[in-house]
């Protein structure tokens, strides 16, 4: 059974950071790809980041500089590092993951709340 654990939430204000963190199990970890998304009140879940098989990340325009995704292979974990965060970042972020080629994921987490005041 597929697991994820985020947690590195909390309150900042804008131009600060954050690093989130998902612990998998379950599964291969390498066969997978990952991904952060993040839904703020009212609006629709989106895509943050996203990490392949390959460990090549890809980010969404609106984090792109400012968000770096990377995952630690002996731990199992997944980090999404948030830098010079904005009021429009506030959001729930989820991880998630299936196997590459798949969508929508299957396995999701429970999430973590992020916010960031100006």
């Known amino acids: 059974q597929v697991q994820l654990a985020e947690s590195g939430g909390g309150s900042v204000q804008a131009g600060g950071s954050l690093r989130l963190s998902c612990v998998a199990s379950?599964?291969?970890?390498?066969?997978?790809?990952m991904g952060w998304f993040r839904q703020a009140p009212g609006k629709e879940r989106e895509a943050v980041a996203a990490l392949d098989s390959a460990a090549s990340g890809s980010y969404a325009d609106s984090v792109k500089g400012r968000f770096t995704i990377s995952k630690d292979k002996a731990k199992n974990t997944l980090y999404l590092q948030m830098n010079s965060l904005k009021p429009e970042d506030t959001a729930m972020y989820y991880c998630a993951t299936d196997r590459c080629g798949r969508w929508p994921y299957r396995y999701w987490g429970q999430g973590t709340q992020v916010t960031v005041s100006s």
């Open positions: 379950g599964y291969t970890y390498s066969s997978n790809c």
